[in-house]
Structure formats: structure tokens, C-alpha cells
DNA sequence: GTCTATATGTTGATAGAC
DNA sequence: GTCTATCAACATATAGAC
């Protein structure tokens, strides 16, 4: 049910589809040519249009990042959630090309549902393995995390959510493996969440300053530390 | 030896005792009221300057504020490394009164001669929690950290150094505590040194968001499930 | 729906008086 | 060394033409 969200200005299906597409050439052009304190006029010129017209479908410059941000999280989930091999990750563009889905397909990865401890794990390295071509979009990433720390800002409630549905799938996916014995007994489950959410943004951070450092590599180490058995 | 880095302007003795005089002051006004994308000039007035006068001694604004952080981590050194009791971080305004110190005592916590696994451990909890109460001061240092990723930004080298500064601490000391049988043989220390500095790191986006998340009860869970027996 | 043009505001930085 | 005054550069947002 993609219908809640979406709603702002016109609204009609036109307006949304254009918006979309608007979303997705925005992401392709950050993740290929980089983020850099861009401006409106810039970003508007880079997706084939001039300011006005851009702000035409998005109210201000923080609201737009917040829209990109929320359909990266759309794309990543398609891409990297639901089947066992991602279709074609292949490099850096494959954030574009057409609509890559108002398929309800993944949810799994941010939801309560939750999926399993292994589908968890894959997944989310997966993203973070993604994230290292798409450097653009890692800084945007950033950059909006710290404004939005302000509860005024636009994307206040979107992080807040994000974190809480991230670390949701966490906890119960920690806990079954728990359960099943594979984790070990004396992590908190709901500590580790926020754990795991940490280590993934401060190695993002460590990442922009250091691109040697591998942000994968250090996550994987702590689901390491964490399990009892090695698995794969 | 603090006289490498501070040479920078007119470097005369009294300049440079401004210099530090404002540099302790823009803490204490940051950590008690805030950063919000402070301009120059709202920190001047809040150091009892004009813009220019301000500008007289530092050549720009990501420079002042790159000093500013140099500053905070002086201070922190200071209060919370060499006694095992800090003399008095009593609230939030532990960072101004006069000269903290040109004393060279702590350079203990990010220094390679290093720290003990337990001294570490204490210290950098110790900073972690004090944060909890210089949001201000957290603001700046991510909002900076951020934009430095940028190899022309002025703290580019400052998080280039520190980072490895802190990474070389917990390199030592874990090594250290695992070869005394108290932290894991299957951790390797530089993976964990890296991701010790990104809960840090996360956790302060997060406690952004969400003033509740608890940082300090984070990184000390990392803490223990690294040991081997419950210290305390 | 999209563009051009503009209003408005702010910022960092500089020049020059005192 | 410090202040006042000013600049030039942008950026966002809006208004109005097409």
C-alpha cells in the first residue's frame, strides 16, 4: 500500500509518477556524481529542470532530500530483500532505470514481520556492501542525519522511523536466534539493535574520510563476535 | 609540547593566549546553548566579539570551528584521562574557567604509548557520558565530521588523525587484555578498534535523534561481550 | 506544468577607521 | 587588536509569463 506517504501537492497520478521519476534520476545523478552540499538549482539542472520547475513537485530544498532519501531506502529494500540473489546489483547504477517498483515486494528487511536472523544479516550487509559505489548518496545520508536532529526539520520523523523499523527487525531477529541458540545468550537484543544501527552510520562516517575502510568487513565482525557457531 | 599546531597567526605569546581564551569560551557557549549551524557572527557576539575581531584571529569559519574542536578534545584529555577520579566534571560546564591546562597531562587516552585495557575503557566511557551533556558540542563535532570528509576541508587532517589516534589506543589495549586472557582470542583488534570508534560515533546520531538512547550503556555492551570475565 | 525573473535573506570575508 | 561598514556571492522561495 504505497498510497499513504505519497500524497502531497497534485497528487494526481501524473503528478506522483512524475515525482518518481524525479526521485530516481536524482538518486541515479547523486550516487554516480556525488553529493556535495548541492544545491537546488544544481540538483534541478541535473534531473532536467530548472529550479522552479523542480520545486514545482517538492515544497523546499529539505523536504526534496528527505523524498530521496525515502525512496533510496525504497530501491535498496527492492534490491536487496525478498529473493536470495539480488537480480542485478551490477556496479553503481542500479538505482534507476525506469520504475524499479511500486512492488510491495520488500518489506521484509524494515518490518516488524521480520525476517530471519540469516535474511537479516545478508541483507543488510548487502546494503552496506552497495553503499560503497554509491558514495553520493552515503554523504547525503549523513548530512541530513545530523540536520535532522533538529525536530523541525522535515526528515526528523523519517529518521526516527527508520531507526525504530531497522532495529525492530533487529531485535526479533536477534532474539529467534537466540532462541534457536546461534546467538549468544547474554546480548540484549534491543541493546544490540542500536548497536548494529551505530556501528553501520559511524562506519559510514569513517568511510567518507577513509574509503579504504571497510564498512561491511566491521559490521560482519560483529555478527561474528555475537554467534556461537560460524556459520557459512 | 603544545607548541606545533598553535602556531598560526601572529603566534606571539599574547595572541595566542586570546586565541585560547576564545577557543575555551565558544566551548562553554556551545556545549550550554547549543549549535544549530551557528554563523560566525552569532559566535562572536556569544564570545564578546565582533565578526571581525573574530575573524582577526582565525582565517575562516571552518578553521574556528575545526579549532574548537581541537580545543574540546584537549579538554576532555584533560578532565578525563591521568586520575582515576576526574578533580570535578560536575554538570555540563566543565569545559571553560580559565586555562584547563597547557598542562601535558593527558595524553594517555588517544596516545600509543597507550592506556591499559581498564583505563581506556573507564576513559572513554567517561568522555561518552560527558557528551550526554554538551549537545552542543556533539552537534558540532558530527555536523563537522561530515563536511571533513572533503580532502580540501580544513578537518580533514584533524579526523584523519584523531581517528587513528583512537583506533591505535584500543589496538594496544586490546591486544594487551587479550594476550592477559580478558578479551576474546577471536577479536582482532584493529577490526574492533574501528568499530569501537563507529558505535561511538552512531550512538551520537542516534542520542541526536533520540535524547533517550542511551550511548555509554551502548559502547559498554560492546565491552562486554569482547571480555571474558564481567569486570565491574 | 515548466520556465524566467526576481524578491529576500544570509553568509563569509574584507577594508579601513579608531 | 578590535570595531563598523560594506561587499560580493549565493541560495531559497515566490510570482508571473507562456
Redesign the pocket.
Known amino acids: 500500500m504505497p498510497a499513504s506517504e505519497d500524497r502531497r501537492r497534485?497528487s494526481?497520478p501524473?503528478?506522483i509518477a512524475?515525482r518518481e521519476e524525479i526521485l530516481s534520476r536524482a538518486l541515479d545523478v547523486i550516487a554516480r556524481e556525488g553529493y556535495a552540499g548541492a544545491?537546488?538549482?544544481e540538483l534541478a539542472a541535473a534531473v532536467g529542470?530548472?529550479?522552479?520547475?523542480l520545486?514545482?513537485y517538492f515544497?523546499?530544498?529539505?523536504e526534496l532530500f528527505t523524498a530521496i532519501l525515502r525512496k533510496r531506502d525504497e530501491v535498496d529494500l527492492a534490491l536487496f530483500d525478498g529473493p536470495g540473489e539480488p537480480a542485478a546489483p551490477s556496479g553503481a547504477g542500479a538505482a534507476s532505470s525506469g520504475d524499479t517498483g511500486d512492488s510491495d515486494a520488500g518489506t521484509v528487511l524494515f518490518s516488524t514481520t521480520g525476517p530471519t536472523f540469516d535474511e537479516l544479516r545478508d541483507g543488510f550487509l548487502a546494503v552496506i556492501r552497495h553503499n560503497s559505489e554509491v558514495p553520493g548518496l552515503v554523504q547525503l545520508f549523513s548530512r541530513v542525519a545530523v540536520d535532522a536532529a533538529d525536530p523541525a526539520h522535515p526528515a526528523h520523523g523519517f529518521f526516527l522511523e527508520r531507526g525504530e523499523r531497522l532495529r525492530e527487525a533487529f531485535v526479533h531477529a536477534l532474539a529467534d536466534a537466540q532462541a534457536a541458540g546461534r546467538v549468544r545468550s547474554d546480548v540484549d537484543p534491543a541493546m544490540f539493535a542500536r548497536v548494529y544501527q551505530a556501528v553501520s552510520d559511524g562506519m559510514q562516517l569513517q568511510w567518507m574520510l577513509e574509503p579504504d575502510a571497510d564498512m561491511a568487513a566491521a559490521v560482519d565482525a560483529l555478527f561474528a563476535v555475537l554467534t556461537t557457531e560460524e556459520s557459512s
Open positions: 497534485g494526481y501524473k503528478g512524475k544545491s537546488v538549482k529542470l530548472s529550479q522552479g520547475g520545486l514545482h515544497d523546499s530544498k529539505e
